[in-house]
């Protein structure tokens, strides 16, 4: 499971190509793909439709989801912590969550610096599968 948010700019390209490059490895060991964005579902579908993404983008909507993985905060703001954001965003973010729904592997990003770790990700479905 990932979060997105268009409004990260550069660093929401190079996001989704991540996963997408990842999505065929995830689907082969047993994964699925859920992107989970602040951006409605006609937005999703476009985007879908633009960059050919084949895995699943939902619209959280009110930030719900991301407010419980605590990757949004209406107190603490990334946009209050990072140049270039203006928009209420999500924190990068990248879990797998097992089938006893545990999350076994974390990246957050904080300040839009970092890359997913594909290896360290994939390990972690491959020993939870």
Not at 5 to 16: D, E, R, V
Request: with cysteine.
């Amino acid at each position: 499971m990932s979060f997105y948010c268009p409004c990260w700019n550069a660093y929401a390209a190079s996001h989704l190509s991540f996963l997408q490059a990842l999505h065929q490895n995830i689907r082969g060991l047993g994964g699925d793909l859920l992107v989970l964005s602040n951006e409605p579902a006609p937005m999703l579908q476009q985007l879908a439709d633009t960059k050919d993404l084949d895995f699943n983008l939902a619209y959280d909507r009110y930030n719900q989801i991301a407010r419980s993985f605590g990757v949004y905060s209406d107190s603490h703001p990334l946009w209050e912590r990072v140049s270039g954001i203006s928009d209420d965003a999500y924190i990068p973010a990248v879990y797998v969550i097992n089938r006893q729904r545990q999350i076994v592997f974390d990246f957050i990003d904080e300040n839009l610096t970092n890359t997913c770790n594909s290896r360290a990700l994939l390990t972690a479905l491959y020993d939870n599968r």
